[in-house]
């Protein structure tokens, strides 16, 4: 059969004008049976020993089946060569037209090689790196027969408490959609046919990230004010950027859930945005509109999802049983149906698997590319530039590699797999360099304390993390040491697993009875260098006013431990910034710094102003701060506005310190008078650069329509001519004040 596909289909690469593209997919079209047609529509997860003997039983058995009758487009969760091969072989040999399958895997942050998690990388607002680092990840992804990833997530979130912030690009739109078209880029570079680059997956469209509470898969209820100018525009850039798959979502979004959202799905995705590629479900969300309440049963939910234009449904069976009752009865139009498949179909043509649909099945090129040198250089590259110096007040950091003695307190400071992060699937446990490993590369000076368990027993990707509450017996040997060291490196924080899907909290404290264990080595040394390892911001107000130096680590990946000693010793100058904002309260939180003015901002003597009686609004730390080794000086802001619409933006920036260093500069405009109120704050623009010490930089930017507009509680963008205030500096609040008119 598929001698036959290929004589219809010929040489095809995306470089080919797109309606010869078309005239292919219409023929192939014109071939299939309805049922054919809905099996493309089919996304099923593996499970099964892929290279053993054909599953003759339960789910497995009729997976199997819908394989070899062309019933389903693409499955997910099958990865190496061997496992890709054989189902695509079946399918291609057994099926009626042979039409290939996508393969589709989580490579959020890597395959093997692990980069830091995303948040993290975020931190870095470094885009050729974050691109760098996601086109390792499809490079390694690809050589083991995956050719679509479920990333990037693109959700902005605000709320820490939420499990999945660790996935994004944090909490500002304007740096979420520059990364956004980074990673997708990355994952799909200039050729998306080519062997080394893997469709990209635009998700959770839309609003997942505004979880009420934070408690994952909640409701989400917001304006339309914040979905326009907060949530849509990383999705809006990366169907710009040419990213080929949109996830939508499994959250009800002001009373509808997105699976079954028209407004979202069509209206604004495909027809407004002009987004030609597909729509796949997320996990069984077809089937959870009934729990939420819209479907009656699998079959509305099908015909809700459909209609609404999710083209594919991930492991819900709603569209396999049920869609072509629904286009029997009328309920679903075949032309609904055809144009999901042709979107379906035009994504494999255009990865070029109908000339080879074995392209991501080489054997050599696995075995060459897994875990690859290169890789882990760039990994470890990506995690220097992670992590974020949030305060360093005695300057105990950088170390310097004399005879000082070295405590190293902590659990996560011997951890080989919590560095790894959350969404690790194929990474082999244990092969993170630990912190422990990577200091003691550079010094035979390091003792290790653990201090106290951070788990009780063993951790996997599906179940609660157990977390020691009570075992304090390590206590007394990690005072002892810290005693009698020069300075103790405390590596505290959450487990790799406390952070991703299903894992939200309400403390955003350190975990356990590390803060006691904290708190105690400090009575015993107050020389602390405190690397905190997490997926999230956390709540550490204690630490923040005692301990002098804080190194914010995250999950760094497979290089962390050599990351964060060449960071400690001095050989990469920390510069990252946060990309979410560090709340001093659980109670603050959701805490951004790009928040409305409120009609009663100012402190007063007494209570009737917007404020909490019982903490600060102030954040513990604010978004975009971020310090170095070295400092920064700001001067001369120079701004000019030409034309109806365009401010020219100059400031000079000098390394007044002693050693090399990379700054972020940033702007960020308020319009102080509009017809939908705009936020105190809003980024609109960054640049990263290193500096010597000594040496100057005028840095510009230009702001135009883009960067000046908004859009209104109607969807339309404007620019409304007026005032607008202006701050250029190191953070969103700290730098060189000034105001414009537009
Ligand atoms: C997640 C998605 C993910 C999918 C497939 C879902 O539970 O929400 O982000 O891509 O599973 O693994």
Redesign the pocket.
């Known amino acids: 059969m598929w001698t036959m596909l290929l004589l219809i289909s010929g040489a095809c690469s995306n470089l080919e004008p797109p309606n010869e593209m078309n005239t292919k997919i219409n023929d192939l079209m014109d071939q299939m049976t309805l049922e054919e047609k809905i099996g493309q529509m089919n996304l099923y997860n593996g499970f099964w020993e892929v290279t053993g003997p054909a599953p003759e039983e339960g789910d497995a058995a009729n997976k199997y089946k819908h394989l070899k009758q062309g019933q389903v487009g693409a499955m ?1 969760n099958i990865h190496g060569v061997e496992n890709v091969r054989k189902l695509q072989e079946l399918v291609v040999n057994e099926s009626r037209l042979g039409i290939p399958l996508l393969f589709g895997y ?1 490579v959020i942050h890597g395959y093997k090689t692990l980069a830091p998690i995303p948040l993290a990388e975020a931190a870095s607002w470094d885009l050729e790196a974050i691109e760098k680092s996601s086109r390792i990840a499809a490079i390694e992804a690809s050589s083991v027969g995956i050719n679509w990833t ?1 990333a990037p ?1 693109v959700d902005i979130s605000r709320d820490a408490r939420w499990g999945r912030v660790m996935e994004g690009g944090g909490e500002d739109p304007y740096l979420g959609s520059r990364i956004a078209i980074a990673r997708v880029k990355g994952f799909q570079g200039e050729d998306l046919s080519a062997v080394n680059t893997i469709v990209a997956c635009a ?2 469209f839309a609003g997942y990230g505004f979880a009420e509470a934070g408690r994952d898969y909640n409701t989400v209820d917001i304006g339309t004010s914040t979905l326009y100018n907060i949530v849509f525009p990383p999705f809006q850039a990366a169907v710009d950027h040419g990213v080929r798959t949109i ?1 939508n979502s ?1 959250n009800i979004l002001n009373g509808v859930p997105a699976t079954g959202d028209t407004f979202l799905q069509r209206d604004l995705l495909k027809q407004r945005w002009g987004f030609d590629g597909f729509v796949v479900s ?2 069984g969300s077809t089937g959870e509109m009934i729990n939420h309440g819209f479907a009656r049963d699998a079959s509305h939910a099908a015909e809700l999802a459909a209609n609404s234009g999710s083209d594919m449904d ?1 492991e819900s069976y709603a569209y396999v049983n049920h869609l072509k009752a629904l286009v029997d009865s009328g309920k679903v139009d075949i032309a609904t149906i055809d144009n999901a498949v042709e979107r379906i179909l035009k994504v494999k043509f255009e990865l070029g698997l109908f000339d080879d649909p074995y392209k991501y099945c080489d054997p050599e090129r696995e075995k060459e590319l897994i875990y690859h040198k290169d890789h882990q250089n760039a990994v470890l590259d990506m995690a220097k530039r992670s992590m974020v110096l949030l305060k360093n007040e005695t300057n105990l950091l950088p170390l310097s590699r004399g005879q000082q003695k070295i405590a190293v307190i902590g659990a996560l400071a011997n951890d080989k797999n919590s560095p790894l992060g959350s969404w690790r699937l194929s990474s082999d446990d244990n092969t993170a360099v630990s912190v422990l490993e990577g200091l003691k590369s550079y010094t035979d000076q390091v003792t290790y304390a653990k201090g106290a368990d951070l788990v009780t027993a063993e951790t996997t990707f599906i179940n609660e993390v157990p977390i020691n509450e009570t075992d304090k017996s390590g206590f007394r040997d990690a005072v002892k040491l810290a005693r009698k060291s020069n300075v103790v490196v405390m590596v505290l924080g959450e487990h790799g697993y406390q952070s991703g ?1 299903g894992r939200s909290r309400t403390q955003l404290d350190l975990p356990g009875v590390q803060q006691e264990l904290l708190e105690a080595v400090y009575e015993a040394n107050k020389n602390i260098i405190l690397i905190l390892m997490n997926g999230r911001p956390l709540a550490i107000p204690w630490a923040a006013e005692h301990v002098p130096t804080i190194l914010e680590s995250w999950h760094l990946g497979s290089q962390s431990g050599n990351a964060i000693a060449e960071v400690l010793f001095g050989e990469y100058n920390p510069s990252g910034k946060l990309p979410m904002t560090f709340p001093r309260s659980v109670g603050q939180v959701p805490i951004f710094y790009n928040h409305y003015n409120t009609g009663r901002p100012d402190g007063l003597d007494i209570v009737f102003w917007s404020h909490y009686m019982d903490e600060s609004n102030a954040p513990l730390y604010p978004f975009g701060h971020g310090l170095s080794y070295t400092t920064f000086d700001y001067t001369n802001l120079s701004v000019e506005v030409s034309g109806a619409s365009k401010v020219n933006v100059k400031v000079t920036v000098t390394n007044s310190g002693q050693m090399a260093g990379e700054e972020v500069t940033q702007v960020y405009i308020r319009d102080v008078v509009a017809s939908v109120v705009r936020p105190v704050k809003e980024l609109k623009g960054f640049k990263k650069f290193s500096l010597e010490p000594g040496q100057s930089r005028i840095v510009e930017f230009q702001l135009t329509e883009k960067e000046l507009g908004f859009y209104d509680n109607k969807g339309n963008f404007k620019v409304e001519p007026g005032k607008f205030e202006i701050l250029v500096g190191t953070s969103s609040v700290e730098g060189l004040s000034g105001e414009f008119e537009i």
Do not use: I, R
Request: avoid cysteine; proline fraction near 0%; glycine fraction near 0%.
């Open positions: 997910l989580d479920f997530m998700k959770h996830m499994f997320d996990w991930m899907e």
